[in-house]
C-alpha cells in the first residue's frame, strides 16, 4: 500500500514556533517495486483542517509538481506570528491515481525582534560571574484557552516551570554569540494552563568569566506568553519589572569553573534556602524582590527561533560501586566514607540522587574519566588537573530527597559520593543519566565481527555524548565547537543522525563569528577578546567550505550555499590574498597551523612557537586550500554566480600547478610536507590522492606507497587516507587498518576495551573525542557500499566490498528520501565468492548497483537471480525483474541500474 509520511517542515516534526521565512516543507513516499510509481505531488496549507482539500485551502496550494516528488518551498502569502497551519501532501503515479497523507501541523513564531514587547531582566545588585537568579511572576487568564505559546531565553541557560512542572529540556539556550543571534525557546503549553491564577517560574545561569564555548555578554532573562481563548479574544504575558526575585536561593552564586576552560561552573546546592511553593501561585510576597531591567541592549540582541534540538535524558545508567573506604576529606576534615561508582562508559550527562535525607548534610559529586593509584576519582577533567570537577547538594532533611546537576553537563565514567554516612544503593539511590541533544538516531551497521559491531556502537556512544546543544570536540575538558571537529564529526552525524540543525549550527556560529580579514576564531562561539582563547588555526579555517559542500550534498538543498556562499567567499579570498608571488603558494601565516592531529609527524612546528620561524608554506594548508577553492567554484555556478564560478576555478587550477610543482618531487613521486621539507608523510600523499591532485602517470605508485607505509597518520589525515584506498583499489588495506586489534588504530582501542573513542592513538588526553568517530561512516559507506552520487542523494551507489574473513555485514544511513538499507552476506564454505545481496532503495531514489567480482572470468560465470528470477547468465542479460532498468558488464565488475524499493538478490556461480 502507497503511502505518504515523515512530513516536516525545515526539517522539523511539527515544528512550533517555527521562523517562516524560506520555509522548505518535505515528505517521504513508499511505494512498492511493481507498483505505479509517484510522477507529481501537490502541497496544501490551510488554517484549518478541514479545508485541506483542492480548491478549499485559504492559505496556499502549491498544484500538482512534476519536477518535486519529495519536498518544496512554501511559495503562499506571509504567514503571521503564533499561528496554527495545516498541511498535507498528495501523489500522483503514473496511473492518474492519487493518494493522500495524514494531516500535519506547525505553529509560526515571533517573527522577528519587533514582535517581542517582553523586556530582558534580571535581580536587581552588582554583577557577579556564576550567577543564578530565581524569577516567578503569577498571572490571571480569563477564560477558556484555545492555544498557548511560550517564547522563552536567557543568558546562558534556564529552567521553565508552569505551577511547579517543568517545561522544556536541557542546555537551552544553546550558545551563541547574543550580538549575532540570541536563540529563543518555543514550547506550545495550552494543555498546561487553565482559566485562573497560574505561575509562570523560571531559574536563569548566568556563567560570565571569558570562557571557552560561550560569550559573556550580560545576564538575563526574557519570557513572553501569547495566549488565545476560546472566544478569539488574546493577551500576551511578558516578563518587566512587575516580576518577582525571590531573595533566598539555594543555588550558591560565584563558585569556581569545574574545567580550566571555564566551561561550567560548580552547582552548589542548598534544599535548606529554598520553599517549594516558590513556583507555585501565591507565594509570600515579602520573600521576593523586583526585578530590574538586566540592561542588556534589546535591539542588538536579534532573537532568533532555536532549530537545534533541546537537550534531553536519553537513557538511566546503573553504576556499580567498585570502592568505599573511610577516608580523610579533601580538605583535612575527619573521615569520611567515599564511595566510588564506575558507570562501565565515558557518559555526557548528570549524576542523579535519590536519598533519606539528613539535614545540613552535603553530598559532594566528584567526576572523572579515571581513578588515582588509590582507586580514588581522579581531581582532573580530561589530561588538565582540576580541583573543582564536582557538584554538592546539602540536603534539606525530607524523607526522600531527589536531586541532579543538570544546569551544566559533565563528561565521566566513574563518580565518588562523599559526604553521605551510608553505603549508596546504585539503581535505587544513584543513577547516571546519559543525555544529549534530541536527535532521532537512524542509522545502523552490524556484521559478523565482533569487533567492527563494538567499534561502530563506540563510534555512535562518542557522537551521542559530544553534542549538546552544540558539536563540540570533546563533553569535559573544552565543550567547544571547531570547524575541523565538526567536519570529521558530519562523516558520522549525517548518515545516522536527523543532524541537519547541528551541523547548520555551526556553519551559523561561524560565519557570525568571522573575523575581519575573512577568517575565523579557532572555536566558536568563544570569548576571543580574551587572551587565553584569541587564538587562529589557520587549516581549520578552511574546513567551512568542506562542511558547507558536505552539508549540501546530503541534504540537496541549495539554500544552504545561498545562507553561507559570502562566508565562504571571504575566507577564501583572504587565504588566496597573501600567496607568495614566486611560488604561488599560501606561506606561514598567523595563529598556530596544524597539519594532523594529536601529536603529528608531519614535518613542522607543532606549536605557535616554533612555527615563528619559518614561513615556508605546508602542503596540507595549501591542499586543503585547493579544496576550499574547487568547491567554493561549484557553489558559485549553483546559484547563478557565473563570473565567480570561472574566477575560482581558474584560481583553483593555478594552486594545484603550484602545488604540483612545487611540492611534488618527480623523482621520488611523491609529495614533501613543505616548501623546502625532505620529509615524504603518508597523511600528505594521501590527502594529495584523495583531492585529485596527484599526477595522473604517478596516481597508482603513490597509492602502494601509502597503502604499505607503516600508518604515520593521526586522526585528521586518516580520514584521507582511509577513502584514498578505499576509493583506488586499496580497500584491502583499508579495511585492516580499520580492524586490526594493534596499536595505533581505532581497533587497538575497543581491543582495549574503550567503549568510546580517543581523541588519538594513545591511552592519554580524551578519551570521549568524536572526531575518531569516522570509521562508522567507513564501515557503512565502503564495507557495505552505500554511497550518493548526486546532491541529495537523488541518486545512489551500492558497492559492496567484501574483505577475507567477514562473511557479512548491513547497515542503513539516512537521506532525504528516507532510509537507505543494504546488506551482504557470504556463501557457503565451498562457494565463499557467492553471495546473497538485500536492498531497501527509498520511493523517488535512483540507484546503481555495483556487484563485487573476484576474478576477470566472474562476469561470464555469475548467474544473478532476483527473488527467484534469473537476469543474467553466461555473460549476457537473461531475464527481467520489476525494477531492473538496466544490467551492464563494465570492465571487470557488473552494474545495476534500478528504481526505488526492496530487493533481494543473489550471485552464484563465481
Not at 515528505?27 to 483542517?49: I, K, N, S
Request: include cysteine.
Amino acid at each position: 500500500m502507497a503511502l505518504i509520511h515523515h512530513l516536516h517542515v525545515d526539517g522539523q516534526d511539527s515544528p512550533t514556533g517555527i521562523d517562516v521565512t524560506d520555509l522548505q516543507l518535505s515528505w517521504q513516499l513508499d511505494y512498492a517495486r511493481g507498483e505505479a510509481q509517484p510522477v507529481a505531488a501537490q502541497l496544501l496549507l490551510a488554517t484549518r483542517r478541514e479545508l485541506l482539500s483542492p480548491g478549499q485551502t485559504d492559505v496556499w496550494d502549491s498544484g500538482m509538481m512534476t519536477g518535486r516528488l519529495t519536498d518544496c518551498r512554501y511559495g503562499g502569502p506571509e504567514l503571521p506570528d503564533c499561528t496554527r497551519y495545516w498541511w498535507k501532501v498528495l501523489a500522483r503515479d503514473e496511473k492518474g491515481d492519487v493518494i493522500a497523507s495524514e494531516p500535519a501541523t506547525f505553529l509560526t513564531g515571533l517573527g522577528d525582534s519587533e514582535a517581542w514587547r517582553a523586556q530582558w531582566i534580571w535581580k536587581p545588585g552588582e554583577l557577579q560571574i556564576n550567577d543564578f537568579a530565581y524569577f516567578r511572576k503569577d498571572i490571571e487568564l480569563r477564560g477558556p484557552i484555545r492555544q498557548a505559546l511560550l517564547f522563552a531565553s536567557a543568558h546562558h541557560a534556564m529552567r521553565l516551570f508552569i505551577d511547579g512542572s517543568r517545561i522544556g529540556g536541557y542546555g537551552s539556550p544553546a550558545p551563541t554569540n547574543p550580538e549575532q543571534r540570541k536563540l529563543y525557546m518555543a514550547y506550545e503549553v495550552t494543555s498546561s494552563l487553565r482559566p485562573g491564577k497560574v505561575c509562570l517560574a523560571a531559574i536563569a545561569h548566568y556563567l560570565g568569566g571569558g570562557g571557552q564555548n560561550y560569550v559573556d555578554g550580560l545576564p538575563g532573562f526574557r519570557l513572553q506568553l501569547e495566549v488565545i481563548y476560546e472566544d478569539g479574544s488574546s493577551e500576551t504575558f511578558g516578563t518587566d519589572e512587575s516580576w518577582q526575585i525571590v531573595q533566598e536561593i539555594p543555588h550558591a552564586s560565584g563558585t569556581p569553573y569545574q574545567q580550566n576552560r571555564r566551561v561550567s561552573a560548580i552547582e552548589d546546592y542548598d534544599a535548606r534556602k529554598l520553599d517549594p511553593a516558590w513556583n507555585r501561585t501565591n507565594f509570600a510576597a515579602e520573600a521576593c524582590l523586583q526585578a530590574v531591567p538586566s540592561g542588556i541592549p534589546a535591539h542588538r540582541w536579534p532573537m532568533k527561533r532555536q532549530r537545534l534540538q533541546e537537550g534531553a535524558e536519553a537513557e538511566l545508567i546503573v553504576p556499580t560501586l567498585v570502592k568505599q573506604a573511610l577516608t580523610p576529606g579533601d580538605d583535612g576534615t575527619p573521615e569520611t566514607l567515599r564511595q566510588v561508582f564506575d558507570a562501565g562508559q565515558i557518559l555526557s550527562g548528570w549524576p542523579r540522587i535519590t536519598l533519606a535525607g539528613i539535614s545540613g548534610t552535603t553530598i559532594r559529586l566528584r567526576y572523572s574519566e579515571d581513578l588515582d593509584e588509590h582507586g580514588f576519582v581522579k581531581h582532573n577533567v580530561s589530561n588538565e588537573t582540576s580541583h573543582h570537577y564536582y557538584d554538592q547538594y546539602t540536603m534539606r532533611g525530607d524523607e526522600l530527597e531527589t536531586w541532579q546537576p543538570d544546569f551544566s553537563y559533565k563528561a565521566f565514567r566513574y563518580i565518588e559520593v562523599t559526604g553521605y554516612p551510608e553505603t549508596i544503593r546504585p539503581g535505587e539511590q544513584l543513577s547516571l543519566v546519559l543525555a544529549y541533544t534530541g536527535m532521532a538516531e537512524l542509522g545502523s551497521f552490524d556484521s559478523s565481527d565482533e569487533l567492527l559491531n563494538k567499534l561502530y556502537a563506540a563510534c555512535i556512544r562518542t557522537q551521542k555524548n559530544n553534542v549538546l546543544g552544540q558539536i563540540v570536540d570533546c563533553p569535559h575538558r573544552e565543550q567547544a565547537q571547531y570547524l575541523a571537529d565538526s567536519d570529521l564529526q558530519a562523516e558520522t552525524l549525517l548518515y545516522n543522525f536527523d543532524a541537519r540543525a547541528a551541523l547548520e549550527k555551526v556553519l551559523t556560529d561561524f560565519a557570525g563569528g568571522q573575523l575581519d580579514d575573512g577568517t575565523f576564531p579557532f572555536v566558536y562561539p568563544t570569548n576571543y577578546d580574551k587572551p587565553d582563547f584569541k587564538l587562529q588555526i589557520p587549516e581549520w579555517d578552511l574546513h567551512f567550505c568542506s562542511l558547507l559542500w558536505k552539508l549540501y550534498m546530503h541534504t540537496g538543498d541549495d539554500r544552504l550555499i545561498v545562507r553561507y556562499y559570502d562566508t565562504a567567499k571571504r575566507m577564501v579570498d583572504y587565504y588566496l590574498g597573501i600567496r607568495d608571488t614566486n611560488s604561488g603558494l599560501v606561506p606561514l601565516d598567523k595563529g598556530w597551523h596544524i597539519s594532523d592531529w594529536p601529536y603529528p609527524s608531519v614535518d613542522h612546528g607543532s606549536n605557535p612557537q616554533e612555527q615563528e620561524t619559518s614561513s615556508a608554506p605546508f602542503a596540507v594548508q595549501n591542499m586543503k586550500l585547493h579544496l576550499a577553492v574547487d568547491v567554493l567554484s561549484r557553489m558559485a555556478g549553483l546559484i547563478g554566480r557565473d563570473r565567480d564560478a570561472s574566477h575560482y576555478d581558474a584560481e583553483a587550477r593555478l594552486l594545484r600547478e603550484a602545488i604540483v610543482e612545487r611540492l611534488y618531487d618527480s623523482a621520488a613521486r611523491r609529495f614533501r610536507s613543505g616548501l623546502g621539507s625532505g620529509q615524504i608523510h603518508q597523511g600528505v600523499n594521501a590527502l594529495a590522492v584523495h583531492l585529485g591532485l596527484a599526477p595522473a602517470g604517478d596516481a597508482a605508485d603513490i597509492v602502494d606507497y601509502i597503502a604499505n607505509s607503516p600508518w604515520e597518520s593521526r586522526t585528521v589525515l586518516s580520514l584521507p587516507l582511509l577513502r584514498a584506498l578505499f576509493e583506488n583499489g586499496q580497500g584491502e588495506a583499508a579495511y585492516r587498518l580499520i580492524s586490526k586489534e594493534s596499536y595505533p588504530g581505532w581497533g587497538y582501542m575497543i581491543s582495549q576495551g574503550a567503549p568510546t573513542m580517543w581523541e588519538g592513538w594513545d591511552d592519554i588526553e580524551s578519551h570521549c573525542h568524536a572526531w575518531n568517530g569516522y570509521p562508522a561512516r567507513m564501515l557503512q559507506e565502503y564495507v557495505v557500499g552505500i554511497r550518493s552520487l548526486a546532491p541529495g542523494f537523488a541518486e545512489a551507489e551500492i558497492a559492496p566490498f567484501m574483505p577475507e574473513g567477514l562473511s557479512h555485514a548491513r547497515a542503513t544511513v539516512v537521506t532525504p528520501f528516507g532510509a537507505l538499507s543494504a546488506g551482504w552476506e557470504r556463501g557457503t564454505q565451498e562457494s565463499p565468492n557467492e553471495y546473497r545481496l538485500t536492498l531497501h532503495v527509498p520511493t523517488a531514489m535512483k540507484a546503481k548497483l555495483v556487484l563485487p567480482m573476484f576474478k576477470p572470468e566472474d562476469c561470464h560465470h555469475a548467474v544473478i537471480r532476483i527473488s527467484d528470477v534469473a537476469i543474467w547468465a553466461n555473460g549476457k542479460v537473461c531475464g527481467q525483474a520489476a525494477g531492473i532498468l538496466d544490467v551492464q558488464q563494465i570492465e571487470e565488475r557488473l552494474e545495476l541500474r534500478i528504481e526505488s524499493g526492496r530487493y533481494d538478490l543473489t550471485v552464484a556461480g563465481i
